[in-house]
C-alpha cells in the first residue's frame, strides 16, 4: 500500500530541476515566449514549526550551462493529511490525503484566495513527462478546467510516487471575439500558458 505523501518525497538535499516554457499574450504587443530553468533544494527543517516544515530554495538561471542564481525561499510543511507549500508568503495545499479519485479539496483554504476545488485524475496509472516514463503517478486538476470558443483555463499537476512533481501546466487564456474573422478559431487575444518538466532530481 502506497504511503500517499511519498507524491513529494522531502528529505534534506533532495533537489529537482525543472525546465519553464513561458508563453505570455497581449493585446497591445507581440507574443512573447521564453525558457528559462528552476531548481528547488530542499534546506533545513524549521525546528519552531510542530509540524514537518523545510526551507524550499529555489534558484534560476537562462540557460543550463549558466550558474545557477539565487531566486527565492519558500517552505513545504507535511501534516497527517496534506501537503502544505508557501509560495511568496501564500499558504496552497497541494495534495490532500488520501489520494483517491472521490478526494476533492479547496487549495486557498489557508489563504485568502477565492475557494476552488481540485480533484485527484489517473491515480496510479503511467505518465510519459519528456523522455522519461513513471509507472505509478497521480494527476491534480482545477474542477474549474474548461475550454470554450472565448477562453480556455487549464490547471494540471503530475506527481510521480517516490519523485515529486515531474510536470505541471497552467494556462488562462482568452480567445479573439474583436471580429467576425477571428471568432471561433482560436486565435488567441491575451492571457498565458506555462509548461514545467523536470529533467533531474536526486539528493545532494
Same mark, same amino acid.
Given at each position: +500500500?502506497? !504511503? *500517499?505523501?511519498?507524491?513529494?518525497?522531502?528529505?534534506?538535499? @533532495?533537489?529537482?530541476?525543472?525546465?519553464?516554457?513561458?508563453?505570455?499574450?497581449?493585446? $497591445?504587443?507581440?507574443?512573447?515566449?521564453?525558457?528559462?530553468?528552476?531548481?528547488?533544494?530542499?534546506?533545513?527543517?524549521? $525546528?519552531?514549526?510542530?509540524?514537518?516544515?523545510?526551507?524550499?530554495? @529555489?534558484?534560476? @538561471?537562462?540557460?543550463?550551462? !549558466?550558474?545557477?542564481?539565487? *531566486?527565492?525561499?519558500?517552505?513545504?510543511?507535511?501534516?497527517?493529511? $496534506?501537503?502544505? @507549500?508557501?509560495?511568496?508568503?501564500? #499558504?496552497?495545499?497541494?495534495?490532500?490525503?488520501?489520494?483517491? %479519485?472521490?478526494?476533492?479539496?479547496? &487549495?486557498?483554504?489557508?489563504?485568502?484566495? &477565492? =475557494?476552488?476545488?481540485?480533484?485527484?485524475?489517473?491515480?496510479?496509472?503511467?505518465? +510519459?513527462?519528456?523522455?522519461?516514463?513513471?509507472?505509478?503517478? %497521480?494527476?491534480?486538476?482545477?474542477?474549474?478546467?474548461?475550454?470554450?470558443?472565448?477562453?480556455?483555463?487549464?490547471?494540471? !499537476?503530475?506527481? =510521480?510516487?517516490?519523485?515529486?512533481?515531474?510536470?505541471?501546466?497552467? #494556462?488562462?487564456? =482568452?480567445? /479573439?471575439?474583436?471580429?467576425? *474573422? /477571428?471568432?471561433?478559431?482560436?486565435?488567441? =487575444?491575451?492571457?498565458?500558458?506555462?509548461?514545467?518538466?523536470?529533467?533531474?532530481?536526486?539528493?545532494?
Amino acid at each position: +500500500m502506497n !504511503d *500517499d505523501s511519498q507524491y513529494v518525497p522531502i528529505e534534506v538535499g @533532495r533537489y529537482w530541476v525543472y525546465e519553464v516554457q513561458q508563453e505570455t499574450y497581449s493585446l $497591445s504587443a507581440s507574443p512573447v515566449f521564453s525558457t528559462y530553468f528552476l531548481k528547488e533544494t530542499v534546506g533545513e527543517r524549521l $525546528s519552531s514549526q510542530t509540524a514537518k516544515t523545510y526551507k524550499l530554495i @529555489r534558484y534560476k @538561471r537562462s540557460k543550463s550551462t !549558466d550558474a545557477w542564481k539565487s *531566486d527565492s525561499i519558500w517552505t513545504l510543511q507535511q501534516l497527517p493529511n $496534506s501537503l502544505i @507549500r508557501t509560495e511568496n508568503s501564500i #499558504a496552497f495545499i497541494k495534495l490532500f490525503f488520501p489520494v483517491a %479519485i472521490s478526494t476533492t479539496w479547496n &487549495p486557498n483554504e489557508y489563504n485568502s484566495l &477565492p =475557494a476552488t476545488t481540485f480533484r485527484y485524475e489517473q491515480v496510479g496509472k503511467a505518465y +510519459m513527462a519528456g523522455k522519461e516514463s513513471y509507472p505509478n503517478t %497521480i494527476q491534480v486538476v482545477s474542477k474549474q478546467n474548461d475550454s470554450t470558443a472565448i477562453s480556455l483555463n487549464r490547471y494540471v !499537476d503530475v506527481y =510521480a510516487y517516490q519523485t515529486g512533481l515531474i510536470f505541471k501546466e497552467s #494556462a488562462v487564456l =482568452a480567445y /479573439c471575439q474583436s471580429s467576425p *474573422d /477571428c471568432i471561433g478559431k482560436g486565435l488567441i =487575444a491575451y492571457g498565458y500558458r506555462r509548461k514545467q518538466l523536470l529533467i533531474e532530481t536526486g539528493v545532494e
